[in-house]
């Protein structure tokens, strides 16, 4: 049976890659990618997504009017539009609200009206900035590392899990998000709709345009391709803060799963991350970088802390590994070799977007 799938943020990094990937897995779907096209490089991926068979509808999930339920009728939702910038909220908010909550709001109406299946994703950054910053870590010659003992449920040495405490501030991009996500519930609710809420760590790969505030392995490499300097931001400049990351293509398999087994995992939230064998710190990415690419670059310590920074974190998604038959597959050296590879492939079209 054809499937009608609308990808929200559909020619970003993420929405483009899972709208590309579900095309070729599914060539009877109808797949429609909605996006504004704020994202710099976000256009280079049109003549990807037309290639592939994908409708492009240039709209803004702000906007009620372009989510027009007799035009789109999904039968799923995949919500991956979002300002996803922590420090995007301490600025002006304005954007960031409208986008990650009423457009949120805007893209649950259109399920709503079409009694669409509405999979979100959510992001890591819902748990409280303070309780993360508490955590018990020590310092090694390239890492900060996670202590076994730790002042709060739902931290252990593999991370994050889902009942990590969240009765704290999380920054404005965090709310939103978490918002959303009670939101989600309550329609589900109201008007019998199935949905599910998945707590995304760091996403990376190729075609991601990456920024120091958003991407930034993407952005690692490409700085060490291009010979272009980088900083050490906070926490005495070394680079030793840690995160775990996951290829996008895992994400794929993931979201390709648990659709198959939606009745099953309706309602629930998941974290989903590359988890404790795909961590690593920045300072361990330059020194992969600098193999990968037998470039080495300026890096500039910067010792001050930015607001929403935090020291490590780490994904405990062994509750998703549970209830579906996933794990990892792409490996931190694999990832960024990929990144690597497309960035030369590529360099007429990306050099513009990291120099």
Not at 63 to 88: F, G, M, T, W, Y
Not at 109 to 117: G, N, P, S, V, W
Not at 206 to 234: C, E, T
Not at 246 to 258: F, G, N, R, T
Request: with cysteine.
């Amino acid at each position: 049976m054809t499937q009608r799938v609308l990808i929200t943020g559909g020619a970003g990094f993420v929405g483009s890659s899972l709208a590309l990937g579900f095309a070729q897995r599914y060539p009877n779907w109808q797949i429609t990618a909605l996006d504004n096209l704020k994202r710099r490089g976000s256009e280079l991926n049109l003549p990807r997504l037309k290639a592939a068979g994908i409708e492009f509808v240039h709209g803004d999930i702000r906007n009620p009017e372009d989510l027009d339920p007799q035009r789109l009728h999904p039968d799923l939702i995949l919500e991956c539009s979002a300002e996803p910038s922590v420090l995007a909220g301490y600025g002006s908010p304005g954007y960031l609200l409208q986008t990650n909550l009423v457009g949120t709001v805007n893209c649950l109406e259109l399920a709503r009206q079409t009694q669409a299946d509405f999979v979100f994703l959510s992001t890591s950054r819902v748990y409280p900035i303070s309780y993360l910053s508490q955590l018990n870590y020590e310092e090694t010659e390239t890492r900060f590392q996670l202590q076994e003992q730790q002042p709060f449920a739902g931290v252990s040495q593999y991370g994050i899990a889902e009942d990590f405490p969240l009765d704290r501030a999380r920054s404005l991009y965090g709310t939103t998000k978490l918002a959303s996500e009670l939101l989600i519930a309550e329609y589900a609710e109201a008007y019998h709709l199935r949905t599910l809420v998945n707590r995304c760590g760091v996403l990376t790969g190729p075609w991601q345009m990456g920024k120091v505030d958003q991407g930034v392995f993407a952005l690692w490499v490409a700085r060490h391709y291009f010979q272009k300097p980088l900083n050490y931001i906070g926490y005495g400049g070394t680079g030793k803060q840690v995160r775990d990351f996951l290829h996008v293509e895992d994400l794929l398999d993931l979201l390709d799963l648990q659709l198959q087994q939606l009745d099953q995992l309706q309602g629930e939230t998941f974290n989903v991350g590359g988890g404790f064998e795909n961590q690593v710190s920045l300072l361990e990415t330059t020194q992969i970088c600098q193999e990968m690419t037998g470039r080495a670059i300026e890096i500039t310590p910067v010792p001050e802390t930015r607001p929403g920074d935090i020291p490590i974190f780490i994904t405990d998604s062994r509750k998703v590994m549970s209830q579906v038959d996933w794990t990892p597959k792409r490996g931190i050296e694999h990832t960024l070799q990929d990144i690597y590879d497309w960035i030369v492939r590529e360099e007429d079209q990306v050099k513009g977007i990291f120099l």
